[in-house]
């Protein structure tokens, strides 16, 4: 990982915002800010995660740096490509270097298709050239790689578990080796036992093919466990990023503090004061001004609701978004032990 | 401050005794035993928790318990719950009438479910649903109720309370619906609680507010809490005492501090040591170890130990022969496997 | 990752026999379909090579023979007004019926499909011309359009089964339309789109097959109404014309001796009833076993 390299993967002032269809003939002016404004890079071999509450924006970054979605504003470059405006057809060639793999291992899936067939579909789409036989073993090789028996071809997603068919979505994504993967929430579906084998499955095949990756999830500790660095997502913006030591033991922003405090340790010998935010994550139809996380932010001071924090550098390769540097935040670790020697 | 094991545990006789607990369901694929001779006590004041992974049957003894299994349609359900009632009687849930038990459920027994946008009623008011509880079981006026309604709204933590009692489910966010959904679990003050998954659909902002609100109700209302979830590290934070189940069965028992710092079974070891944790951060991957397979099929049990082909302790011949039964491995550790001794003394596998 | 390779996949074989065993076994349920089923199947037989069973021909005059009342003579079902074998003549006419029914059929369903997948596919200004045009053509009332269709275009079985096939499509395209739109936005239609797949792949390969459940259902019902429909215009005079036999020209010429040969109304009609009644039993009865929330375990 260079520093110098170029980046897989650079997004500049994101923005995507969803028109709200209110009815057929009134053209509504309310729309909601998805994504407002996120700016980040992740380099070659990069595991960048992602975290944040649900309705943050965590899964439309994923499908517009992807280009399924079209973002309303800023831009989008794949090692070094501008893909920001490019049509479906000319992001075709883009799409085999960069795969997603989704959430819901049920829907994901095509219910009418053989395994086979799912898996064997971006080469039939790629090379369509190639002879069946090949492709058959290209086939094989992917199951055995994601720990699937290699007859596993001749069944129908259904007959599979939950974690199985997250390993069949795994090697459809890997089978043309895609420099960029996005992976949306792959484990947030799986029984607890099963969350770690894919998770485990993706740190073996990243070592294996050097995978760039954009982890999202929602959980914190997941998140830790495979992110080289993560981001913080809060409505729509990014609050903080750092790698993945500092910011677990240097959170800057309130908001990453909280979350840290939120996250049940599984350990009943600490029994800790939790930091318990107040009320629920804003609308993003109609966010706070200011700083967004200021409704629950317990070091809110009255100029945090006029002035938009910028994400500023406050160390090395470490931004956050908060007007305030007088903070003094208590990582997870210093939570856990004062409350363990209290 | 060390959790102390169960504050109220010494305080007379357990408020519920389930004893060889069976659910079997009949479907079109055979039967099915989705419960399979569970026995375990909730003494007054305690939190237990029910783990498991998913299917592996925490909803069906939280549903058997508040008797809402369909017997129709050639289900079973057998074995005893005896719940000893506020009169100071003690009677049998199963064998109880549908008067009495309709009586029981909602004073003494309440539930939380999963998903509040499913069991809250879509089109009746916030206000109308807590207050209906109030007005069935204690006759009170329409009027009392509603303001009763209103205190139990601010008690859950529902800002604006006055407000929100004219609101439809729909209108409240997936927090403040859980937070409505135990304010009508809670209308008339049940000894004991039981919550399915309660905070598995939040996030875990929303979640610290709902365990947080859980713990102070509690310790406020004295009553019992039997918390099903799978996510280890709620268990941690709101459990005394903790079940563990698979595939329909008890595999083990005891105290939240010595099942986490000691588990005996082989289950419940891998369990533990495939949750991801703050303190693993990147560059620390190995240490989570995941439990290799998957969930056994409903419709095909492995014989004997249903963990078998997932252990890396089994024996041939000895677990997947009988069932292992459920030992104590100490008054208050039981565990249900063959070799548990060989486990705790860290023979290797 | 390799510990559980030899791990087979959870409930594996059986879930999925199961599930088709499900369905055909809700299908076996239906008593409707099932006897729905099988008056088709007798019916179809019985048009395909009852006429070279038959020891007469449908266009063989008897003046001699006329107006024999059914079960009396060798005409097993009697004769009519010219001494015509009326049990050749129902069948020659179901023949015909039948035909048309299902040629609709399948021109409507291609039609309607073709045009509900690339409505469905394509929403917004395409989508939405395409269907707006479903729309308009679905507002005609169905038998005024026929009526003037039939009317303008020289009646015959081809054109009778084209117009036919024009009033029946709109219902098609409307139902794959609506599928095909759901199917957009899941998730493996979000894969494929990811995967660089063509559209056509992705609507044809994809998001297809997922529809066919609908689409079969509905291509009964227009066989049912399309049977129907061609009874009704050739009662009125504008359909198949004699001397070729439908069951509706048949049922036409018979009103004239309904007092005197009741029997010469009453066949054809029974044979439009039960066919037409077998095509929407078994419809209704497809719906049920395809029902997709049954379906998909
Ligand atoms: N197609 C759409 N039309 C309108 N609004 C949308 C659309 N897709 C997403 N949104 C809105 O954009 C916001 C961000 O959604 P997004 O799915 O990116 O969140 P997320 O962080 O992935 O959440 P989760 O953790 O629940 O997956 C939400 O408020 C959501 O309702
Ligand atoms: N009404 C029912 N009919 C048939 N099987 C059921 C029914 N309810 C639950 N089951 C089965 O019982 C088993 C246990 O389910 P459940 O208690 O819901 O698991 P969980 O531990 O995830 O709450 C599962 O195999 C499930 O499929
Ligand atoms: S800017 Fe103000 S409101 Fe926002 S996080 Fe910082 S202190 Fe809190
Ligand atoms: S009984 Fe055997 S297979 Fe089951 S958990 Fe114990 S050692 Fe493992
Ligand atoms: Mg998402
Ligand atoms: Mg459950």
């Not at chain 1, 002032?13 to 729309?31: A, E, N, Q, T």
């Not at chain 1, 399924?68 to 090692?79: E, W």
């Not at chain 3, 494929?192 to 689409?215: S, T, Y």
Request: glycine fraction near 8%; hydrophobic fraction near 45%.
């Amino acid at each position: 990982m260079s520093s110098q390299a170029q980046p897989v993967l650079e997004v500049d002032g994101l923005v995507k915002h969803f028109p709200i269809s209110s009815g057929l003939f009134s053209r509504s002016r309310d729309k909601v800010r998805a994504v407002d404004g996120v700016s980040f890079a992740v380099a070659k071999g990069e595991v960048l995660g992602l975290v944040g509450e649900s309705g943050s924006g965590k899964t439309t970054v994923g499908r517009t740096v992807l280009r399924l979605d079209t973002p309303t504003d800023g831009t989008i470059r794949f090692l070094g490509n501008d893909i920001t405006h490019l049509k479906r057809g000319q992001l075709r060639p883009f799409r085999r270097q960069m795969q997603l793999v989704f959430q819901d291992p049920f829907s994901s899936l095509n219910p009418r298709m053989r395994v086979d067939r799912i898996i064997g579909a971006p080469l039939a789409i790629h090379e369509p050239g190639m002879k069946a036989a090949e492709r058959a073993s290209r086939v094989e090789d992917a199951l055995a790689m994601v720990g699937l028996p290699r007859n596993s071809g001749e069944r129908f997603p259904h007959e599979f578990s939950g974690g199985q068919r997250q390993r069949i979505g795994i090697a459809r994504a890997l089978m043309l080796r895609p420099e960029l993967l996005v992976a949306d929430e792959p484990v947030s579906a799986l029984d607890v036992s099963i969350q770690a084998q894919v998770v485990k499955l993706l740190l073996d095949v990243r070592a294996q093919l050097g995978l760039t990756i954009l982890f999202i999830a929602h959980d914190l500790a997941v998140v830790g466990h495979v992110s080289d660095r993560v981001a913080v997502m809060y409505l729509g913006k990014l609050v903080e990023i750092a790698d993945t030591r500092t910011l677990f033991s240097d959170p800057r922003h309130p908001y990453t503090e909280a979350l840290f405090s939120a996250a049940p340790v599984p350990d009943p010998t600490i029994r800790r004061k939790r930091i318990v935010l107040a009320g629920d994550i804003p609308s993003p139809i109609n966010p706070p001004s200011g700083c967004a996380f200021r409704t629950r932010c317990r070091y809110a001071l009255p100029r945090c609701a006029q002035e938009v924090p910028p994400l500023r550098e406050v160390g090395k390769g470490h931004l956050k978004a908060c007007l305030r540097d007088d903070l003094d935040l208590v990582p997870w670790q210093s939570q856990a032990l004062t409350a363990a020697s209290a | 401050m060390t959790p102390q094991p169960t504050t109220a545990s010494a305080d007379g006789p357990p408020l519920l005794e389930v004893r060889d607990l069976t659910v079997e369901f009949r479907g079109q694929t055979g039967k099915v035993a989705a419960v399979n001779g569970v026995s375990f006590d909730v003494r007054p004041g305690e939190t237990l928790a029910l783990v498991g992974e998913s299917g592996s049957g925490k909803s069906v003894t939280s549903l058997a318990i508040m008797r809402l299994i369909q017997r129709a349609g050639g289900n079973r359900v057998g074995g005893s719950i005896r719940l000893r009632r506020r009169s100071g009687d003690t009677v049998d849930l199963l064998a109880v009438s549908e008067d009495e038990i309709r009586e029981i459920r909602g004073t003494e027994i309440a539930m939380v479910f999963q998903e509040p946008m499913t069991s809250l009623n879509p089109v009746h008011t916030i206000g109308a649903q807590v207050a209906e509880g109030i007005v069935f079981h204690r006759r009170v006026s329409r009027k009392a109720a509603l303001a009763e309604a209103v205190e139990l709204l601010d008690l859950v933590g529902i800002p604006e309370p006055q407000r929100r009692i004219r609101n439809f489910p729909h209108q409240l966010s997936g927090g403040m619906r859980q937070r409505a959904m135990i304010a009508v679990a809670l209308a008339c003050k049940p000894n004991l609680l039981i919550a399915d998954e309660p905070t598995t659909a939040l996030d875990v902002t929303i979640q610290a507010q709902i365990l947080e609100l859980l713990q102070g109700l509690q310790r406020q209302t004295g009553m019992s809490i039997v918390f099903i979830t799978h996510n280890l590290g709620v268990v941690a934070e709101v459990a005394d005492r903790v079940l563990v189940m698979y595939a329909g069965r008890i595999v083990e028992e005891a105290g939240v501090v010595p099942l986490f710092g000691r588990p005996l079974m082989p289950y419940t070891q891998g369990l533990l040591r495939s949750v991801p944790r703050l303190d693993m951060m990147s560059g620390a991957h190995e240490e989570l170890e995941a439990i290799p397979g998957n969930v056994p099929d409903p419709t095909a049990m492995p014989a004997g130990c249903a963990f078998h082909p997932r252990c890396a302790h089994f024996r041939p011949s000895l677990c997947d022969t009988a069932v292992p039964g459920l030992e104590p491995a100490d008054p208050e550790h039981s565990v249900r496997c063959a070799r548990w001794r060989d486990v705790a003394a860290g023979v290797p596998a | 990752m390799t510990a559980d390779t030899a791990i087979a996949p959870h409930g594996g074989q059986t879930l999925r026999r199961s599930t088709r065993y499900r369905t055909l076994r809700r299908f076996t349920r239906h008593r409707l379909a099932m006897f729905g089923l099988v008056v088709i199947v007798l019916l179809v037989m019985a048009c395909a090579i009852g006429p070279s069973l038959v020891p007469f021909d449908q266009f063989q005059l008897n003046m001699r023979a006329r107006f024999r009342e059914p079960f009396a003579t060798v005409h097993i079902l009697g004769t009519d007004e010219l001494g015509r074998d009326l049990l050749a003549r129902l069948l020659m006419a179901g023949r015909i019926s039948l035909t048309i029914g299902f040629a609709a059929m399948v021109i409507a369903v291609t039609v309607g499909t073709i045009v509900g997948t690339i409505a469905g596919f394509y929403g917004g200004a395409i989508g939405s011309a395409l269907m707006r045009f479903v729309d308009a053509v679905l507002c005609f009332p169905t038998i005024f359009l026929l009526l003037t269709l039939a009317a303008l275009v020289s009646p015959s079985i081809l054109t009778i089964t084209l117009i036919i096939a024009l009033t029946a499509w709109m219902e098609v395209a409307r139902v794959v339309q609506g599928q095909i739109r759901a199917l957009r936005e899941r998730d493996f239609a979000v894969a494929a789109e990811a995967m660089g797949a063509p559209d056509r792949w992705i609507m044809f390969k994809e998001l297809l097959p997922n529809a066919v459940a609908p689409i079969v259902v509905a291509a009964t019902l227009i066989i049912a109404r399309g049977i129907l429909l061609e009874s009704y215009v050739s009662y009125l005079g504008y359909g198949i014309q004699p001397p070729v036999a439908s069951w509706g020209n048949m049922l036409e010429k018979a009103q004239q001796y309904l007092t005197t040969a009741p029997w010469l109304a009453l066949l054809p009609g029974l044979m439009i009833t039960l066919a037409v009644a077998s095509f929407n039993f078994l419809g209704d009865g497809l719906r049920d076993a395809l029902d997709p929330r049954s379906d998909l375990t």
